[in-house]
């Protein structure tokens, strides 16, 4: 039997990359984006439905995310989806789905980078 784990998302930085020293030596960008869905309601209305998604960046791929990707700007990305559980401040249990991007298992591409940055070719 196949299986296969693996998202491709197109939509816009939700907030600059934070960007983490693992306990390994290695680091990792982590970031939000939102991808955005459109149409029209019954009544012929303009209706959108906004999704966030986690996005945790591995491997040589961090140093790209650290200086090309801002809050705003239009990126795809491709990995595998991955959940995980932690056990917030409070000691309460949580779970966050993630968009995990490592090696050769996922990419990021900057589409266009957010208007008004200098050299983005957009103006505010």
């Known amino acids: 039997m196949l299986n296969m784990n693996r998202v491709t998302l197109i939509g816009?930085?939700?907030r600059d990359?934070?960007?983490r020293?693992?306990?390994?030596?290695?680091?990792?960008?982590?970031?939000?984006?939102?991808?955005?869905?459109?149409?029209?309601?019954r009544e012929g209305q303009p209706a959108e439905a906004t999704e966030?998604?986690?996005?945790?960046?591995?491997?040589?791929?961090?140093a790209a995310v650290e200086t090309m990707l801002r809050k705003g700007g239009a990126v795809?990305?491709?990995g595998r989806i991955a959940t995980r559980g932690y056990?917030?401040?409070e000691g309460t249990e949580r779970t966050v789905t993630e968009i995990v991007v490592a090696g050769r298992q996922g990419t990021v591409n900057v589409l266009a980078a957010?208007?008004?940055?200098?050299?983005?070719?957009?103006?505010?």
């Open 21 to 41: 020293d693992l306990a390994s030596g290695e680091r990792a960008a982590v970031f939000s984006m939102a991808t955005t869905e459109r149409w029209r309601d």
């Open 17 to 19: 990359p934070e960007i």
């Open 114 to 124: 957010r208007r008004g940055d200098p050299g983005s070719g957009f103006a505010e």
């Open 76 to 78: 795809l990305v491709e």
């Open 12 to 14: 816009h930085v939700g």
């Open 52 to 62: 966030w998604h986690r996005v945790v960046v591995y491997g040589a791929t961090v």
């Open 87 to 89: 056990q917030d401040r």
